[in-house]
């Protein structure tokens, strides 16, 4: 076990150093902010202030996609669930990663799920299509527990989700019907609010890593830098 910096740390505070092989605190990698004093009006509701939390789950969305792995990142509302992926998103290299967003509502369904993968790839060879130009992609799937149960107790459009993700395809719905046509060079990271009303069905769950959002306690705020405010404020 890590020595703890603080008597509430848990395992969790820490990761190893692949530099030194020993454990660091990952409040060492939260990196500095500062107010943004050159804009004359900022716009509060867009500035993003990295704390722990936030810096851990991306590591973790950096982590299961370097293994060419699915991620669902789960927690209640304003816990920064989609700031952290679009974040994670915008780091990639444009040139060789492309990226889409699909937010699902209740009146999503299988159909229009499959049309806008379907629209975001291009044919390679046979029935093996992949995002345009050669490049990579990754979907984001916001929501994701949005869609309706019917009456079986199942959300058919998170069927096609898991289909995609567990076969790599979806079977055409144009001629000639039927045929499995594959997606590849395609990662897949979706957020949703805790389970309540809305969850999903344990299938959908099953090919993808879970990591929980919550909101920052005291602690965690008292890292954040102090906005260094101009004196007429």
């Known amino acids: 076990m890590p020595p703890k910096d603080n008597a509430s740390d848990t395992i969790f505070e820490y990761l190893v150093d692949e530099a030194t092989c020993s454990w660091r605190h990952w409040a060492s990698c939260v990196p500095e902010w500062s107010y943004p004093h050159n804009e004359e009006k900022p716009k509060f509701s867009q500035l993003v202030i990295p704390t722990l939390d936030s810096v851990r789950y991306e590591r973790l969305l950096v982590l ?9 990142l789960v927690g209640g509302p304003g816990t920064a669930k989609t700031t ?6 915008g780091k990639f290299n444009s040139e060789a990663m492309l990226s889409k967003t699909i937010t699902f509502s209740s009146l999503t369904t299988p159909g229009i799920f499959q049309t806008s993968i ?3 790839v291009e044919k390679r060879q046979g029935r093996t299509f992949g995002p345009p130009g050669g490049k990579s992609m990754c979907v984001f799937i916001d929501d994701i527990s949005m869609p309706a149960v019917n009456e079986w107790g199942d959300q058919v459009t998170n069927e ?12 055409s ?3 000639p019907i039927g045929d499995m046509k594959f997606v590849v060079d395609t990662c897949y990271v979706a957020a949703m609010n805790v389970p309540g009303a809305l969850q ?3 299938g959908a769950l099953c090919p993808s890593a879970v990591p929980a959002s919550r909101f920052p306690c005291k602690r965690r705020c008292d890292v954040i830098p102090a906005w260094e405010r101009p004196s007429a404020l």
């Open 84 to 89: 952290v992926i679009n974040q994670f998103m």
């Open 160 to 171: 096609i989700v898991r289909q995609l993700l567990e076969q790599g395809g979806m079977y």
């Open 118 to 120: 379907e629209g975001s």
């Open 200 to 202: 999903l069905t344990q």
């Open 64 to 72: 299961v996609h370097s293994i060419k792995g699915a991620s669902l």
């Open 173 to 175: 719905l144009e001629k």
